[in-house]
Every structure is written in C-alpha cells, then in structure tokens.
C-alpha cells in the first residue's frame, strides 16, 4: 500500500510500502464535509469540554481554529480559550480542531448555529499551507492516510472542493484526485514520486526545488515562501478570502468578528533573528482592506523575551504550555478591553 518517505515532518518521496490505515467514513471522527472533528473530550455543543465554573452560563464567544486553539499538550482547564472564559466570566465555546487549516476552521463555523454575540477566527501563521492541501500527509508525514476539503477562489469568491476520496493502494488511486492539492507529488512543491538516474543531480534538483528543504536551508520556515503574493499556490489570496468571508458570514449573523493571527515558536525565532514578521505580507493586504487583525507576536515578545518557555518542553516543535496559554488568555482580553468588548 502506499506510505511515505519522511525525516521529521518533511516528506521525502513516495513508496510503495505497508501503510497503518486509512481515515475513511468508519473511523472516529470522519466528518463528511469537514474531513474530521473531534470524537473525545467533546460536549453537547460539540466543543472543547470546558471545566471551568462558567461551563454551563450562557456563551458569550465562540472559538474557531486548529490545535493552537483547542489547546494540544496541555488539559483542557488550561486551554487559552477556557482561560479567557474565566477571565471575562462566561462560557467561551472552543471549537479548535487539531490538523484544521484556517479553511476548515471557516467550514466549521458556517456549518455551526448561532450561539454567541462574538466570533473568533484563530489563524495560525503555518495554516496557511493548510489552505492549499488536501492530502494531509505531504505535508505532516504519518501512518494514517488522511483527507481533508478545501476552498478554491472562483469568480471572487471561496468554492468547497469536498475531500478527495481513497479507493485503491497504489499512489495512482488517488494522484489523479489532488489536481487541487499544492503538495500533489511531481508538482511545483518539489515533492517526488521517485528519485531517478543520475541520483546524484536529482537529489540537487531536490534540494533547490523541494519547499520544505529549501526553506531549511535559506533558514526560513517552511511556510513563510507561501505568504508572497507572487507565489503559485495562491495561498495568500487564498487566505485573505477565508478571512474576507469569516467577516462577511458574521455580520450576516449579526455576531461581532475577530480575527486573530497565532505565532509558532518557528516565528519568534525567525521575528528575533531578522526583525521581520513571517507573514507580514497578510498583514499588508489585510490592512489595505481595512480588516482589523490582532496579532499575538509582539504583545507576548515584549512580556517574555525568553519564548522557549512559553512552548511545551521548550521545544519549538511543540505547542503553547500552560504558562503560554495562560498569557494568550491574558492578552486577549486586553485587547477586547481596548476594543470596549470587555470592562
């Protein structure tokens, strides 16, 4: 069956090889148009569990976004939204899923009732090579083959492309399927189906081409080439429509938005090294639209020089720890405070 090369969380090349399983329509938490949802550690809203002593008030905020959001790699009682639900005292509904790029997090809020005044969007700057992909794992390798929908830009305006399906074992059951998916192997991602002869000049070919790889060696995130406007994925546009949208689908609703973009540690390191921020140019082009954006980075840079330990373990590999949730929730309720949301 098919399985995937891969060092850390890049992918090498394809290989016909034993593979796990497959995330099909009778797997725990198969979503049909999300792709996936949370099975475990989920209430009658469909939301995080929220243990603090405001779970059962009326909610006040919903929460959409990926694992940064729901609060992997710490319990759920210290989860930055179920913080900032203390701090402002009413029930805030985390409806974080981890894997979600910013588009899932949008399918998910329109698929969702009204229940809140507020709505947030969390945008984690890595999603945005979420937004192009929809086969999961050319870009997070794993043993369980997973698919996820994703939106297109058509006539100016966001198209859903629902989940390509997996029917066979071979990389041609499904290659033909991801003619949307950035990441296809043999494409402009630089991901392979195969090294061929001579191996010597196509492992150079690889290094300069390949997204992942270049990037490591030009000492940039991964993601950061996506923000260009010029570049072929289309990612940036891509994103600013789901942002565009989210705005628009609020205000249908008669809730108030908020946007909000979530540094990784990846970040941190680069923004300490160059200055630069890596996803400025979505700021830019947010702010030549007038969407008011808040940004983690520098609120939490200027409270905690040391951001290591804001992250699980001190590892840059892993997510916010209690101590960085903790502070997010902080943060985020002054800047509803600022905006006269909070008292």
């Known amino acids: 069956m098919l399985n995937i090369a891969q060092s850390n969380y890049v ?5 016909k090889d034993t593979i796990t399983k497959v995330f099909v329509e009778n797997t725990p938490g198969f ?9 475990k550690e989920v209430d009658g809203f469909e ?4 243990s603090s002593k405001y779970n059962a008030t009326e909610p006040c905020m919903e929460m959409y976004g990926d694992s940064f959001t729901w609060g992997d790699q710490v319990n759920k009682e210290y989860a930055w939204p179920t913080k900032v639900g203390e701090l402002i005292k009413c029930r805030v509904l985390n409806f974080g899923v981890s894997g979600y790029g910013s588009d899932q997090a949008l399918m998910r809020y329109q698929g969702n009732t009204i229940y809140s005044e507020m709505v947030t969007l969390n945008h984690l700057s890595e999603n945005i090579i979420r937004n192009v992909n929809q086969f999961r794992n050319l870009i997070f390798p794993s043993k369980v083959i997973t698919l996820k929908p994703r939106f297109v830009i058509e006539n100016g305006s966001l198209s859903y492309l629902k989940a390509p399906k997996f029917q066979g074992q071979e ?13 296809v192997p043999d494409g402009k991602s630089g991901i392979k189906s195969d090294f061929t002869f001579p191996y010597s000049l196509s492992l150079v070919k690889y290094m300069i081409n390949h997204f992942h790889v270049s990037s490591k060696i030009k000492g940039k995130p991964r993601y950061m080439q996506f923000y260009d406007s010029l570049h072929p994925s289309r990612a940036l546009d891509v994103t600013v429509k789901i942002i565009e949208t989210f705005l628009k689908e609020a205000k249908s609703r008669n809730q108030i938005p908020l946007i909000t973009i979530i540094p990784t540690c990846r970040d941190f390191e680069y923004f300490t090294l160059h200055g630069v921020l890596t996803y400025q140019p979505l700021l ?12 983690f980075m520098l609120p939490i840079a200027s409270r905690k020089s040391n951001f290591y330990k804001l992250f699980k373990n ?7 720890n209690e101590e960085g949730n903790k502070l997010m929730a902080e943060i985020f309720v002054e800047h509803l405070r600022a905006l006269g949301l909070q008292k």
């Open 284 to 295: 830019d082009q947010l702010k030549e639209k007038k969407i008011n954006v808040f940004d």
């Open 31 to 39: 979503h049909p148009v999300l792709g996936w949802v949370p099975f």
């Open 47 to 50: 939301a995080r569990i929220d």
């Open 314 to 320: 001190n590892e840059c590999k892993n997510h916010y």
């Open 11 to 15: 992918n090498l090349i394809f290989q």
């Open 171 to 183: 990389l041609g059951d499904i290659k033909h399927e991801l003619t949307a998916d950035y990441f």
